[in-house]
């Protein structure tokens, strides 16, 4: 139920947006996270974003878990 | 950046093998988390991780699955709707099963009643504007990562003026449990996984009041293996040296002060009222109700519900002590014998984030 899955925005046309999942696309609401802009990456719940993935943060924690998988 | 960079690394097995090698020490005490999610619970277990975990720490599943929440009052509520000749019931699928006093939501589809699945609170939106002749119930459960999608939803009816679309709502909050939890003293609890897309919302602020007025640590957890062993090794570290607070392991998806247009929308649509939780009880203000503004959509005001069955769980059923993370599934005598996920006997083992159902998918933990 709070299962929430990142996906890459694609498309954005006015509360809605196409966003996708590797190859699969869907539509969804951006409703709660209106300032979304194609390229960006929000995570989605029950057909609508509710958060934007900050980028900088996933950067760092992937720098990090990079370190730790090759130690 | 590619959308698999935020799923794959996040899985990678050595950075995994590493995190629980700083677990194994970061555990000086035995130590006892509460992973209050639901996702948590079925991600902990689908990744095997319980075998990485040193054995001094017990991961005690919570409350943290709203269809398992959701009182067999409200399930029983719902079948009555469901089999009123002009509506359409529209929920999430895993509530369908969920048993509620002999009751089901497809036990009464199957006597003919209207009950469609849906994956969106839009999809019901639709389904209203697409039958004018039906009124189309929508089951609205779940927390305060759901709750702000149904409030965008009947905002949209009331500016369409659907008149057709109702909501019953059963939202639930989240802090408000994790405080009665510790209120009741019931379960000795060291330290909280807080659920990542439920703080994606409210933010990881809205734990601090609590972990002040507790001295309970609490560490907000994303959902890949690596994030959930992080985030036990923060709140592990925070018990041994006597810390509390609130810490964010999941800061690539949460802010500290949340997601703020998704808050407004609900205070918009919604106000806080006292809820009935399964197995917790009625907690106050650890619910939603639609304002008066709204009350056109409140399918609980527009229907005569003082008939409503009272709804008992089945005869044995511990679905109630599981969600208060007094026993772990296999204590209850029912599980895996006359409970299981093709007969369920409650809440628990019906819905994919229930505890019940992932203990039975995955194997329990040991010394849970």
Request: glycine share 8%; with cysteine.
């Amino acid at each position: 139920m709070c299962l929430g899955v990142p996906g890459r925005v694609e498309k954005v046309e006015g509360t809605w947006a196409e966003v996708s999942y590797g190859s699969v696309r869907t539509r969804i609401s951006v409703a709660l996270v209106p300032e979304v802009q194609p390229g960006e990456f929000v995570i989605v719940h029950a057909g609508f974003a509710i958060a934007k993935v900050n980028q900088e943060e996933a950067e760092e924690t992937l720098r990090i878990l990079g370190e730790l998988g090759a130690s | 950046m590619r959308v698999e960079d935020l799923v794959e690394p996040f899985r990678d097995r050595k950075a995994t093998l590493a995190l629980a090698e700083r677990l194994a020490v970061a555990v000086t005490r035995p130590t006892r988390l509460m992973e209050v999610c639901g996702t948590h619970t079925v991600a902990f277990l689908r990744a095997g991780l319980a075998s990485l975990v040193p054995e001094r720490l017990s991961l005690i599943a919570g409350p943290g699955c709203p269809v398992c929440v959701t009182s067999a009052s409200d399930i029983a509520t719902a079948t009555l709707l469901a089999e009123q000749p002009e509506v359409i019931v529209t929920t999430f699928g895993d509530m369908l099963r969920v048993p509620a006093g002999g009751r089901s939501l497809e036990a009464s589809r199957a006597q003919g009643a209207k009950v469609r699945v849906v994956t969106s609170p839009m999809e019901s939106l639709d389904l209203a504007r697409a039958n004018p002749g039906y009124k189309v119930v929508f089951l609205a459960i779940g927390f305060e990562t759901t709750a702000p999608s149904v409030a965008a939803t009947v905002k949209e009816a009331a500016v369409e003026d659907v008149r057709n679309y109702l909501v019953f709502v059963a939202h639930k909050l989240i802090p408000p449990a994790m405080e009665a939890l510790l209120e009741s003293g019931e379960v000795a609890i060291d330290g909280y996984l807080c659920p990542g897309h439920v703080s994606a919302i409210i933010g990881a602020q809205a734990y601090q009041p609590l972990a002040e007025k507790f001295r309970v640590p609490c560490v907000v957890t994303g959902f890949e293996p690596t994030d959930l062993l992080e985030g036990m090794c923060e709140a592990a570290e925070m018990v041994a040296s006597g810390e509390h607070g609130v810490r964010n392991q999941y800061r690539r998806v949460v802010r500290w002060e949340g997601n703020e247009r998704a808050r407004a929308l609900v205070d918009e649509v919604f106000q806080v009222a006292d809820a009935e939780w399964r197995g917790l009880g009625v907690i106050p203000r650890s619910g939603l109700m639609l304002r008066n503004e709204f009350a056109r959509f409140d399918a609980r005001r527009a229907f005569d519900l003082s008939d409503a069955p009272q709804a008992a769980d089945a005869p044995g059923c511990r679905c109630g002590e599981v969600l208060r993370g007094l026993i772990a599934p296999p204590q209850c005598a029912l599980f895996g014998s006359i409970c299981t996920p093709e007969s369920p006997q409650g809440a628990c083992m019906v819905s994919s984030e229930g505890a019940c159902r992932a203990y039975y998918r995955y194997g329990g933990m040991e010394g849970a």
